[in-house]
């Protein structure tokens, strides 16, 4: 039976410190919605020359890629779509 190298089991190509981890639907769910109101933000904040709405809707499309956990994704993800509403600079 022909099998596949593991290239991540620590070979001299990928160190053991490197691991790939598969993304949940969760989590694309989430990134893709947040993303989204993200683009949407920076977007108005761009064009009306508003910081709050520019700056959320920057952390909003960064977000997903820096924050792994569902739970914190949404918690900040809800945090910071809500800000521009609160926030008046």
Same mark, same amino acid.
Not at 18 to 46: M, N, P, Q
Not at 61 to 76: F, H, I, Q, T
């Given at each position: 039976?022909?099998?596949?190298?593991? %290239?991540?089991?620590?070979?001299?190509?990928?160190?053991?410190?490197? %691991? =790939? %981890?598969? !993304?949940?639907?969760?989590? +694309?769910?989430?990134?893709?919605?947040?993303?989204?109101?993200? !683009?949407?933000?920076?977007?108005?904040?761009?064009?009306?020359?508003?910081?709050?709405? =520019? #700056?959320?809707? !920057?952390?909003?499309?960064? =977000?997903?890629? !820096?924050?792994?956990?569902? #739970?914190?994704? #949404?918690?900040?993800?809800?945090?910071?779509?809500?800000?521009?509403?609160? #926030?008046? +600079?």
């Amino acid at each position: 039976m022909l099998r596949w190298p593991n %290239r991540l089991a620590g070979s001299p190509e990928h160190p053991p410190s490197i %691991r =790939l %981890r598969a !993304l949940t639907t969760a989590e +694309i769910f989430w990134g893709l919605l947040f993303g989204s109101v993200g !683009l949407g933000f920076f977007t108005y904040g761009k064009k009306q020359k508003a910081v709050v709405p =520019l #700056v959320c809707g !920057l952390a909003l499309m960064v =977000l997903p890629y !820096l924050v792994s956990n569902v #739970v914190w994704l #949404v918690a900040a993800g809800v945090a910071l779509a809500v800000a521009p509403y609160f #926030v008046k +600079i």
